[in-house]
């Protein structure tokens, strides 16, 4: 609720996965449309067979055909998708190991840092503050 007491009509909400990259994303919407397709000419090869047309021959058999371009374009995403993996990197699926390895590398860094910078230090070892010059 704001200040003026009215609700808010829109409230961003972070997304809960990460976006398909772009090929990816276009291969499914192409997949998509090819499917939603070869369902709306298989319902209309059903509805002219029930009521004997002309035409429920040819629609059965474009049916047929498109039932193929449709499998083609859900392994089109498949293929896409294991692409775009294998030339950009995987994220590996239990995070928490690549976590834990980044940060053993990033506690290993700064030991050596440490152990380079220990004798540069300007503080004395006595814990005294002074400068080690006057």
Same mark, same amino acid.
């Given at each position: 609720?704001?200040? #003026?007491?009215?609700?808010?009509?829109?409230?961003?909400?972070?997304?809960?996965?990460?976006?398909?990259?772009? @090929?990816?994303? #276009?291969?499914?919407?192409?997949?998509?449309?090819?499917?939603?397709?070869?369902?709306?000419?298989?319902?209309?090869?059903?509805?002219? #067979?029930?009521?004997?047309?002309?035409?429920?021959? @040819?629609?059965?058999?474009?049916?047929?055909?498109?039932?193929?371009?449709?499998?083609?374009?859900?392994?089109?995403?498949?293929?896409?998708?294991?692409?775009?993996? /294998?030339?950009?990197?995987?994220?590996?699926? @239990?995070?928490?190991?690549?976590?834990?390895?980044?940060?053993?590398?990033? /506690?290993?860094?700064?030991?050596?840092?440490?152990?380079?910078?220990? @004798?540069?230090?300007?503080? #004395? /070892?006595?814990?005294?503050? /002074?400068?080690?010059?006057?």
């Amino acid at each position: 609720m704001g200040t #003026t007491g009215r609700h808010e009509l829109w409230v961003e909400e972070p997304a809960k996965r990460r976006r398909m990259p772009d @090929p990816v994303r #276009t291969a499914a919407v192409r997949a998509v449309l090819i499917i939603a397709l070869t369902l709306i000419q298989a319902m209309i090869a059903l509805l002219c #067979t029930l009521a004997d047309s002309w035409l429920a021959f @040819p629609m059965v058999l474009s049916s047929v055909g498109s039932t193929v371009v449709a499998t083609w374009g859900v392994l089109d995403v498949w293929v896409t998708r294991q692409v775009w993996n /294998q030339r950009n990197g995987v994220v590996s699926v @239990p995070a928490s190991t690549a976590r834990r390895l980044r940060r053993e590398r990033r /506690q290993a860094r700064r030991a050596a840092r440490t152990r380079v910078r220990a @004798p540069e230090n300007i503080r #004395t /070892q006595s814990g005294t503050g /002074q400068l080690t010059h006057p």
